[in-house]
């Protein structure tokens, strides 16, 4: 093979006498110190130090590909600078390598082009895939059902013959609804008690995809339990339903507070209540206002815990308690509580959440001022009992804030078991007492716990009495930290299954973690009560004469301390003046401790802060009965992903959170309603939605107050 006609003449130009000759030709590219690569639309060329020492043709794959081995087999340049300058990675030039060492130069010659072997897709198949898509099936199920990959099943649709008659009715893209008028009207009069949905046909409708959550949503009872408590509105255009709904979804797109309806278009959330645009924030503000009247939120709640109890009978085994502090920033003065999060004492107002075994929400209500979760723990007991009956032996979990033994042989006389940390100093176990233990994990991840156990008693009332218990003790290989866990349940449970559903107890602090952002701590209403005067409250006068207290009695051991120095260094009983200022000093100790105890420890409220006031949480109530139901309902369709996605423990809601703001077609065939997703952001996730949508049409869910059957599916799977 000659030189490459681009290459002659290309910086090859005489030189005089005397002159230096050039190393790299002109318009070349310096792969390192030594190198040079040039490339035209005839070929290219490698030269070392001025000297040509490979080249190739145009199309002449397999020369380029053995230059780039050679210079980085031969050391010329660094791996790293050949791929940069040959346009590939590292790991195809390492590919190369290998292939040129197994089969030399025809190992760097690229694949021939096409199919490798005969295609199954014969005339008959794909008249059968298409007959199969006719039906309805999707991508995965026809390829399953034919013995072909999706691919064959994509060509063999696409192979259809052109005279097939097109459809009959095409969808609009971005269809807006029509608008409705008349009924605002009707409404007005007082005519209407909420507005029928009509669906908005339509290719690509924005959000669409959020109906998703319907399915879900409605085995948490939502929806029919807001419309049996609270009723229908006597005259509105806007029905119970559709405002509950318009809350989902604005929640489902990330705006959790009334507010974020404003961030969002009226039109899309319109379109998927079946009305002609979403309710405006002062209309959902008046209506929350009017329902907050009814004081009816806290049986909004028990009837969704109820509901779900029965919905999910398995998951009431273990139930979770936890408390949550929502900072407050306003001017009010509302009691004080610990924000760990800050790791301060600021106003606030607390909450205590109760979660089923699984994590999902089950009850939360609103904590006194200053309540511990050991009191919460006795009030939790009251509501566990009105929701599972006399007859249910649950298990109450908590962390170490609710540590009491006193009240732990409460809970147990009520018919409860615990399971909690052990708190205090505890006498580490023997490392040849540890037992390993193999469990795994609702995603199949296994893990081995190290663990010990044996049965205790904890004395409480100043030891005169004692509550017996096991304990099971978790030893971490690597560090040697020991974590005790003590419960009530007797040997029909393992030490692991002990072990693995005290550490469940995280499921709720992920409760915590995703419904942050889903308004956890949203205010949702500043609407305050005055709070109770007779409420008794610590003395701050108490405080400061602790600290004064505190004060004397410094002053006293300094006095103390100057006397015995002076007594050591005169050797006799101190000067005049040092005894009197001890004396002095002892009798000032002695009336601040009198009027220490003068002080009563606590007071009424009204007596130190007449204008003490807490917040009115009955709308915050109705939100979280929203926000609760929402959240389940996602957390349920998480956990149908795992299935049908490998990445489903960590990615399973933020793979739901782009398909609830996917695109999608909305169509009325015969007495169903089809809703098509566009496809999501990679394959993997449209299959797995796609097998989440055949899962959920089967359910036959209805669309709100119709009789349409909600069938879903992804384009193209």
């Not at 199309?59 to 590909?65: F, K, L, N, S």
């Not at 009069?189 to 995809?209: D, K, M, Q, R, T």
């Not at 566990?384 to 033994?405: H, Y």
């Not at 030891?463 to 218990?469: H, P, S």
Request: glycine content about 8%.
């Amino acid at each position: 093979m000659g030189v490459p006609e681009f290459l002659a003449g290309a910086g090859m130009v005489p030189v005089r006498r005397g002159q230096p000759l050039p190393l790299a030709p002109a318009g070349s590219v310096q792969v390192g110190p030594a190198v040079a690569l040039l490339e035209g639309e005839h070929g290219g060329a490698v030269s070392i130090w001025g000297m040509v020492s490979a080249c190739w043709d145009d199309g002449d794959v397999a020369g380029r590909r053995l230059a780039a081995v050679t210079l980085a087999t031969t050391g010329a340049a660094s791996q790293q600078e050949v791929a940069s300058a040959f346009g590939v990675d590292d790991a195809t030039l390492r590919r190369w390598t290998r292939a040129w060492e197994a089969d030399g130069v025809e190992g760097l010659r690229p694949e021939r082009p096409g199919p490798k072997r005969r295609s199954k897709l014969s005339e008959e198949l794909a008249e059968t895939i298409r007959g199969l898509r006719a039906e309805g099936k999707s991508l995965a199920a026809i390829a399953e059902a034919t013995a072909v990959s999706t691919d064959t099943v994509r060509r063999a649709i696409a192979m259809a013959p052109a005279s097939e008659p097109p459809p009959a009715n095409k969808l609009v893209p971005l269809a807006r609804p029509k608008p409705r008028d008349a009924e605002r009207a009707l409404a007005r009069a007082g005519l209407l008690g909420g507005a029928e949905p009509v669906i908005c046909e339509g290719e690509s409708l924005p959000y669409a995809g959020a109906l998703l959550i319907l399915p879900a949503l409605v085995v948490t009872g939502l929806l029919d339990s807001a419309c049996s408590i609270y009723g229908a509105p006597k005259a509105a255009f806007y029905s119970l339903r559709s405002l509950v709904l318009s809350l989902v979804f604005a929640c489902l797109l990330g705006e959790a507070r009334v507010e974020g309806l404003s961030r969002i278009d009226p039109v899309a959330i319109g379109r998927l209540v079946g009305l002609d645009r979403a309710p405006e924030v002062g209309t959902i503000r008046r209506r929350m206002e009017a329902l907050c009247g009814l004081r009816r939120a806290d049986e909004l709640v028990h009837a969704l815990a109820r509901h779900h109890a029965d919905a999910h009978p398995e998951a009431m085994g273990v139930l979770y308690i936890d408390g949550h502090v929502r900072a407050y920033h306003g001017g009010a003065d509302l009691p004080r509580a610990h924000l760990a999060r800050a790791r301060i004492a600021m106003a606030a107002t607390t909450d205590t959440w109760m979660t089923d075994e699984a994590g999902d929400a089950l009850l939360v209500w609103s904590s006194p001022p200053g309540a511990s979760l050991t009191g919460e723990l006795r009030h939790a007991i009251q509501e566990v009992r009105c929701l599972l009956g006399p007859e249910a032996r649950p298990t109450i979990g908590f962390d170490r804030g609710g540590w009491s033994p006193a009240c732990f042989a409460e809970i147990v006389a009520a018919g409860f078991d615990i399971l909690t940390y052990r708190k205090g100093p505890v006498r580490p176990e023997a490392k040849n007492s540890f037992t390993p233990y193999v469990v795994k994990d609702a995603f199949g991840h296994q893990q081995t716990y190290w663990l010990a156990e044996r049965n205790v008693r904890i004395s409480y009332d100043a030891g005169r009495r004692y509550f017996a218990c096991r304990q099971v003790t978790r030893r971490d290989p690597a560090s040697g930290h020991q974590t005790a866990v003590i419960s009530t349940w007797g040997n029909e449970r393992t030490s692991a299954e002990v072990a693995t559903s005290m550490f469940h107890r995280w499921r709720e602090e992920n409760l915590f973690r995703f419904m942050r952002p889903r308004g956890l701590d949203a205010m949702d209403s500043y609407a305050k009560a005055a709070d109770d005067a007779d409420r008794r409250v610590p003395n701050p006068q108490k405080a400061k004469a602790k600290a004064e207290l505190a004060k004397a009695r410094s002053s006293l051991a300094k006095a103390a301390e100057t006397e015995g120095r002076v007594t050591l260094e005169d050797g006799r009983a101190g000067s005049k003046q040092v005894r009197e200022a001890y004396r002095e000093a002892a009798a000032y100790l002695q009336q601040m401790e009198a009027a220490y105890r003068a002080i009563p420890a606590k007071v009424r409220l009204g007596d130190i802060r007449p204008g003490a006031s807490r917040l009115d949480d009955e709308r915050k109530r109705i939100h979280d009965a929203i926000r609760m139901a929402t959240w389940n309902a996602e957390s349920a369709l998480a956990r149908a992903l795992g299935p049908h996605y490998s990445r489903a423990e960590d990615e399973a809601h933020s793979l739901l959170a782009e398909a609830f703001k996917t695109s999608a077609d909305l169509e009325v065939i015969g007495d169903e309603l089809h809703v098509r997703l566009d496809a999501l952001s990679s394959p993997r996730r449209s299959r797995a939605i796609a097998s989440l949508c055949a899962e959920l049409s089967q359910t036959e869910t209805l669309y709100l107050d119709t009789k349409l059957k909600l069938v879903f599916a992804v384009k193209g799977y």
